[in-house]
């Protein structure tokens, strides 16, 4: 991974500070690359850090992320966009996460080491953030166009199956 975030999350969520910025897909990681059909598009984000109403360190991350994925039916390329405004909390201690996941099992939560990489979150919710299987609203692809003329309507087939019998 290149050009790493680092940031003191506890102290980044305290101090509530934040930044934005941008990066070209083809900048991420190989794990995020290795999901995507190309490495066009950009990626915005904004992470900022709070404290939420129980005192915890929290950073919130919001990005917008134009990716190339690969269509389902067609097989070429297309844009999706990316959208997550995400939530995480920060914890101490492993005791505290697990009593506080406990309660509120929707929790995004880990553990606050000294240094954060905050490109990682970025990529870790660009890949959650594809879709399981991209479609194009309207493939126009001839060869699919001509599979669904040649493929008979199974309600027509069901429909003389039922007039030739009564007969």
Known sequence: MSNPILIDPLKYAREGRAQSGKMA???LDE???AELAGRDGE???TLTG???RLRRPCLRLELAA???VVCG???EAMFV???ADSVVTLFTSEERLLAAVEDDEELDAIIAEPELDARALIEDEIIMGLPLSPLHDDCGSEEL???RAKKPNPFAVLASLKTSRSE
């Open 50 to 52: 709070y404290v939420d």
């Open 73 to 75: 039916r067609c097989l």
């Open 66 to 68: 134009r990716v190339l």
């Open 145 to 147: 166009e001509r599979a």
């Open 81 to 83: 966009d990316v959208k």
């Open 43 to 45: 990626v915005e984000y």
């Open 25 to 27: 897909v083809a900048a």
């Open 31 to 33: 794990r995020v690359l």
